[in-house]
């Protein structure tokens, strides 16, 4: 069969005109782009998304990294207020309306800031070690959350994250920061010097330091039978050595999504006793009910003005106390706070952190007030 006369094929001059059809000779963007996308999006007339930018995705990812930081220490310090006034609206209230938002933030940061740099601390050694991981290997690899998280954060809060958690971790707990600082920020032996023998001096230098700091505890927590404490003390240090990466390219999606489901229920599970952590302080407050008659109260102080003492008792309820009949008030501790492990780390006890041992320095801890142990 041929072609009718009056038909020009694509791309072939017109013979009256001498001159090629411009619509027919080339073809339109979305003609393109249907025949680069396949027959399927050609068919349903749909264009495909170009692919996200890189810039675009690490501002989304700086947007949910600061938006988890700000927004759960908010989140956490109104349940606190729930947890305490024990569900009851009023109560809740009533402390809402006594416990100012600067109050409120400072008891979150001084009984959770441990958690909170706990979390940070995870986050930036995972997502390094993840990071690193992602770079070698193939391009199109859609990069896990911890490392996003990682590539959209200044050093500087890194940094000041693990000042945090020096600060503020019981001092059991911190030799955990060598293995985590050092994949933070990627700190193998190898950059300690580019010989071998410098480098196994320097590493010997610093284990018998560490040795000779930790030596008294290390052997009273053997005799103490304190197995959690030896492997706590013991182990992260050697940890540190292995922890850069890069990980098997085979085990990287996977691990990437079982340790941010692992930190995820790691913040749940640490979260529940800050909930439940008071914000007020906790005292037993002595009234004379009557001529000669005294009662001690015990409960955490919400207000005190010029007319009554505010009370919110540990066994529920609210208390008002005239400020006349009061004789006398103290100061108790709570029982999380008193020690359960007898180690000590040059003078200074393993359940304590650093601020808070510099704090007992100055400060040394008075007795307990028999009234604190006998009123319940």
């Given at each position: 069969?041929?072609?009718?006369?009056?038909?020009?094929?694509?791309?072939?001059?017109?013979?009256?005109?001498?001159?090629?059809?411009?619509?027919?000779?080339?073809?339109?963007?979305?003609?393109?782009?249907?025949?680069?996308?396949?027959?399927?999006?050609?068919?349903?007339?749909?264009?495909?998304?170009?692919?996200?930018?890189?810039?675009?995705?690490?501002?989304?990812?700086?947007?949910?990294?600061?938006?988890?930081?700000?927004?759960?220490?908010?989140?956490?310090?109104?349940?606190?207020?729930?947890?305490?006034?024990?569900?009851?609206?009023?109560?809740?209230?009533?402390?809402?309306?006594?416990?100012?938002?600067?109050?409120?933030?400072?008891?979150?940061?001084?009984?959770?800031?441990?958690?909170?740099?706990?979390?940070?601390?995870?986050?930036?050694?995972?997502?390094?070690?993840?990071?690193?991981?992602?770079?070698?290997?193939?391009?199109?690899?859609?990069?896990?959350?911890?490392?996003?998280?990682?590539?959209?954060?200044?050093?500087?809060?890194?940094?000041?994250?693990?000042?945090?958690?020096?600060?503020?971790?019981?001092?059991?707990?911190?030799?955990?920061?060598l293995p985590a600082f050092v994949a933070a920020f990627q700190l193998?032996?190898?950059?300690?010097?580019?010989?071998?023998?410098?480098?196994?001096?320097?590493?010997?230098?610093?284990?018998?330091?560490?040795?000779?700091?930790?030596?008294?505890?290390?052997?009273?927590?053997?005799?103490?039978?304190?197995?959690?404490?030896?492997?706590?003390?013991?182990?992260?240090?050697?940890?540190?050595?292995?922890?850069?990466?890069?990980?098997?390219?085979?085990?990287?999606?996977?691990?990437?999504?079982?340790?941010?489901?692992?930190?995820?229920?790691?913040?749940?599970?640490?979260?529940?006793?800050?909930?439940?952590?008071?914000?007020?302080?906790?005292?037993?407050?002595?009234?004379?009910?009557?001529?000669?008659?005294?009662?001690?109260?015990?409960?955490?102080?919400?207000?005190?003005?010029?007319?009554?003492?505010?009370?919110?008792?540990?066994?529920?309820?609210?208390?008002?106390?005239?400020?006349?009949?009061?004789?006398?008030?103290?100061?108790?501790?709570?029982?999380?706070?008193?020690?359960?492990?007898?180690?000590?780390?040059?003078?200074?006890?393993?359940?304590?952190?650093?601020?808070?041992g510099l704090g007992r320095r100055v400060r040394p801890v008075h007795?307990?007030?028999?009234?604190?142990?006998?009123?319940?």
């Amino acid at each position: 069969m041929t072609a009718p006369p009056d038909a020009v094929p694509a791309g072939t001059a017109d013979p009256g005109t001498g001159t090629a059809d411009p619509g027919a000779a080339t073809a339109g963007p979305g003609a393109a782009a249907a025949g680069a996308a396949g027959p399927g999006a050609a068919a349903l007339g749909r264009a495909v998304p170009p692919p996200a930018d890189p810039a675009e995705r690490r501002a989304r990812a700086t947007q949910s990294f600061w938006t988890a930081v700000v927004g759960v220490p908010a989140v956490f310090s109104v349940l606190r207020l729930g947890v305490e006034a024990g569900g009851e609206l009023q109560t809740t209230l009533l402390l809402v309306a006594n416990v100012g938002t600067v109050n409120l933030l400072a008891g979150f940061l001084t009984t959770a800031a441990a958690l909170l740099s706990t979390a940070l601390v995870a986050v930036f050694a995972l997502g390094a070690v993840l990071r690193v991981s992602v770079d070698r290997m193939p391009p199109g690899i859609r990069r896990p959350l911890f490392a996003r998280w990682v590539d959209s954060t200044p050093a500087w809060f890194a940094v000041a994250s693990f000042l945090l958690a020096l600060g503020t971790w019981p001092l059991l707990y911190l030799p955990l920061l060598l293995p985590a600082f050092v994949a933070a920020f990627q700190l193998g032996p190898e950059r300690l010097h580019e010989q071998r023998v410098p480098r196994l001096l320097l590493l010997a230098a610093g284990f018998a330091g560490y040795l000779w700091l930790l030596g008294p505890t290390l052997l009273d927590a053997g005799g103490q039978g304190e197995a959690l404490a030896l492997a706590l003390l013991v182990v992260p240090p050697v940890l540190a050595l292995f922890v850069t990466g890069p990980l098997p390219a085979a085990v990287v999606r996977p691990l990437a999504s079982v340790t941010e489901a692992a930190v995820l229920a790691m913040l749940v599970w640490a979260a529940l006793p800050v909930i439940s952590t008071p914000v007020l302080p906790l005292t037993v407050t002595t009234v004379e009910t009557s001529p000669g008659v005294t009662e001690d109260v015990r409960g955490h102080v919400v207000t005190v003005d010029d007319v009554d003492v505010v009370l919110l008792q540990e066994r529920g309820g609210v208390r008002y106390l005239p400020v006349g009949q009061v004789r006398a008030q103290v100061l108790c501790p709570s029982e999380d706070e008193l020690p359960r492990r007898q180690l000590r780390v040059r003078d200074f006890h393993v359940e304590d952190s650093l601020l808070e041992g510099l704090g007992r320095r100055v400060r040394p801890v008075h007795r307990i007030d028999a009234a604190c142990r006998t009123v319940r």
